[in-house]
């Protein structure tokens, strides 16, 4: 049986486009899938192709839709053909439309901020009691077309001692090698990976995804 403590980590797959990749992602023990609708991404999909890859997965991880700035309509139309489970928003969208999206959609949204240094933390205090998780995710590096997959990692020892009032995951630059020192400096609650296990971008490799979550949660548990 594995330790509780490995278990109550929540680990989260992001950016899957095939039915095998998400069949990995399930057989690894992942809490979470992520889905993602943002064009200028390798991992983007389209609504009509995610929703047989929510079917799949649905009842053993929760599906999460990542969009990017999109407008009310568009994420209508994700809503209505993927039926997730959380909303992931990962532009510039302010407290009040995380709050209103919410409302509308009736999911709990988690948001994405971008961190660079220990001042961008303060973001996450503007989001409590508006948003339902945290997404702490590395800066793009200037010039970058995408907000996150970048496989960028920032310094996480200025998460030491991080509480922002609400459950937030860790994201940006994290792979099979180097997650257990991730856990063991910031201790995040829960884990986001994408790029980290793909063998070329947008192309998630089934061995690294089930080495990502292993070393996760031999992590956890040594924590």
Request: overall charge negative; hydrophobic content about 50%; aromatic content about 6%.
């Amino acid at each position: 049986m594995p330790h509780p403590a490995a278990m109550s980590l929540i680990v989260k797959i992001c950016g899957l486009s095939t039915p095998e990749t998400i069949d990995a992602a399930l057989d690894a023990g992942a809490d979470m899938i992520g889905l993602v609708f943002f064009p200028p991404s390798p991992r983007f999909v389209v609504p009509a192709a995610a929703a047989p890859l929510a079917e799949r997965a649905r009842g053993r991880a929760a599906v999460t839709v990542l969009t990017v700035d999109m407008d009310e309509a568009g994420l209508a139309e994700i809503v209505a053909a993927v039926r997730p489970d959380w909303l992931q928003l990962h532009g510039g969208e302010p407290p009040d439309q995380v709050a209103a999206l919410k409302r509308r959609f009736g999911l709990p949204a988690m948001k994405a901020i971008g961190i660079r240094e220990p001042a961008d933390l303060a973001q996450a205090d503007t989001y409590r009691g508006f948003a339902d998780r945290l997404l702490l995710d590395a800066k793009p590096p200037k010039g970058a077309t995408r907000p996150g997959g970048n496989a960028v990692a920032f310094d996480w020892t200025i998460l030491e001692g991080f509480d922002p009032g609400m459950p937030w995951m860790l994201s940006g630059g994290l792979d099979p090698d180097n997650v257990a020192e991730a856990v063991r400096i910031a201790r995040p609650p829960g884990l986001d990976v994408s790029s980290g296990v793909e063998s070329a971008p947008g192309i998630k490799d089934p061995a690294r995804i089930a080495a990502f979550v292993a070393a996760a949660r031999a992590a956890a548990e040594g924590a």
